[in-house]
């Protein structure tokens, strides 16, 4: 009898060429999927993420799903993956779901992190988890007034990646806030759904405010836009978290 698995998972980008299967690359959907079918006895097990994230960016909350046919209890399931996968990879916690629950097509909402470090000499233990900014510290004022624009539903095209091929690029930002802890600046984003590349280029244009090379009004013209060549540079992808995946109940 088979059992949908539905996991959340954490993981270090810093050695993976993303999450997706490539040829010839390691990715976390492969190390997942090598371990999964070594415990199903060689039968191929498939997991399906809530979405891809890039070469080098890093997860505390990614979820996925796959179907098993293992009669290992729950309560022990986390551990007998995180025995064999590697130490980049962590299973946070595992539940079992209904069939119809989908790791990407249920998803509600998602929430990511991105990480400026802002000492003037950064820590060498932060430096592929943190994109450092030699001491500069931005003015986080201006970069909350400019991320009043890009909250709401809107064409979100000037932050998304050229080479998509989605069509529908409207997508809706709730939150969009800034915090220090300590000398690295944060800035969280909850939305509905993002473009390829959106946070990393909402994050670079952003800073672009906050250094003083764009004033904060500039963003309702960039939006309105609907042109990437408006927007700033896309920031750095290990500075980048995929903090948490929401569903509906």
């Known amino acids: 009898m088979k059992r949908r698995m539905k996991a959340t998972i954490a993981y270090d980008g810093t050695n993976f060429s993303g999450y997706q299967v490539q040829p010839e690359k390691r990715t976390v959907q492969e190390e997942l999927q090598k371990v999964l079918t070594t415990m199903h006895k060689n039968e191929i097990v498939h997991v399906t993420a809530s979405g891809r994230t890039d070469a080098k960016v890093h997860a505390t909350g990614q979820v996925i799903h796959f179907d098993t046919t293992l009669s290992i209890p729950l309560d022990r399931y986390a551990q007998a993956l995180n025995v064999q996968l590697p130490r980049d990879i962590r299973i946070v916690e595992i539940e079992e779901v209904s069939e119809d629950f989908h790791a990407r097509f249920s998803v509600h909402g998602k929430r990511y992190r991105y990480i400026w470090s802002c000492e003037a000499v950064q820590s060498p233990f932060r430096r592929f988890y943190a994109t450092p900014t030699n001491g500069v510290k931005p003015n986080v004022m201006a970069m909350q007034e400019a991320a009043q624009y890009i909250l709401g539903t809107h064409d979100f095209s000037c932050f998304c990646a050229a080479n998509t091929s989605v069509k529908d690029k409207v997508r809706t930002v709730a939150k969009l806030d800034f915090e220090w802890h300590g000398k690295e600046l944060h800035m969280t ?8 590349n959106m946070v990393r280029i909402i994050a670079g244009t952003l800073w672009e405010v906050g250094i003083g090379k764009r004033q904060a009004d500039e963003l309702a013209s960039i939006v309105a836009s609907l ?4 927007a700033g540079k896309t920031a750095p992808p ?3 978290y995929l903090e948490s995946v929401f569903y509906n109940d």
């Open 238 to 240: 290990h500075g980048l």
């Open 227 to 230: 042109e990437r060549g408006k």
């Open 189 to 196: 984003i909850e939305g509905n759904g993002f473009l390829y």
